[in-house]
């Protein structure tokens, strides 16, 4: 509640602290109750020795974030170990090595049809995918099942996901050490949905997945192979975000041309 004083200044204030807190990527209510951070936090107790005493996390499942490289290791060690997409979704969910989880509300798994023909690969589940636990709900996700449908694809014939399984903070980019704590589980996750084509949107799935480092435009449409984990390589193609396609709809027209070569490697498919 504000209190006025007239003239507006405390509400021009609080608008102006709203905006702020906004930009810095706080913009999400958390809890019921505001707590004040900038009060000391309340001394803990000494932990006794003995039986009572909490036995050390092993790795990987501590609650505090691990250390950027130890997240990448274990992330490695662990992705290499499941069999099934349902444990590797299981694996995600305990996996303590990416800090991002620590402030995202849902993970981001996938949606669509596993061991569906085609696999899309963006970037980030941003705030609607966040609450939902779903990748691409929100307004890139709308767009991304029209261009689906501009050649005959819908969530039973493509499977979806992201470089990122949780959201980062007010949709900030993610850190290095972020995306390589996530990578080895993104490149299991192709391995085990076994689509036959691959298609990564914008520009960070293109460099994460397909390691290639131009830029987007000039990489679009062209197909290249992705071998990671797989026993024969499959065809992949970057395109367009749909994100992008939202702030320049002109580029509409290229998406178009990569998407009807998406159809026509589709229906070659034996
Ligand atoms: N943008 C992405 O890259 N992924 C999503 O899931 C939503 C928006």
Redesign the pocket.
């Known amino acids: 509640m504000v209190n006025e004083d007239g003239d507006g200044t405390a509400r021009r204030k609080a608008l102006a602290l709203l905006d702020w807190l906004a930009a810095m990527g706080a913009d999400e209510a958390v809890g019921a109750t505001p707590a004040d951070r900038r009060k000391p936090p309340a001394p803990v107790p000494a932990l006794a020795e003995g039986p009572l005493a909490p036995a050390p996390a092993p790795i990987g499942t501590a609650a505090a974030p691990l250390a950027p490289s130890q997240g990448a290791t274990d992330a490695r060690e662990l992705a290499s170990r499941v069999a099934r997409l349902d444990d590797l979704r299981a694996a995600l969910e305990a996996f303590e090595g990416c800090a991002l989880k620590h402030t995202a509300t849902n993970l ?1 798994f996938a949606r669509g049809r596993p061991g569906a023909p085609v696999m899309f690969i ?5 705030a609607e ?1 966040d609450r939902a636990g779903l ?2 709900v ?1 307004a ?2 709308r767009l991304l099942d029209v261009m689906l449908s501009w050649i005959g694809l819908d969530d039973d014939s493509a499977y979806i996901t ?1 470089i990122l399984f949780w959201r980062p903070p007010g949709n900030r980019s993610p850190t290095d050490a972020e995306s390589a704590a996530c990578l080895p589980f993104v490149r299991r996750h192709i391995a085990l949905a076994r689509p036959r084509l691959l298609v990564t ?2 520009r960070p799935a293109m460099n994460a997945v397909l390691g290639i480092g131009s830029g987007i435009n000039k990489a679009r449409g062209r197909w290249v192979e992705y071998g990671e984990g797989l026993d024969t390589p499959i065809p992949a193609m970057p395109t367009f ?1 749909p ?1 992008y396609l939202l702030r320049n709809p002109a580029q509409k027209r290229q998406s178009w041309i990569d998407f009807l070569s998406l159809r026509e490697r589709l229906d070659a498919l034996d």
């Open positions: 981001v963006g970037e980030a589940p941003g995918e990748p691409f929100g890139s996700g992201n949107l914008g975000h994100a």
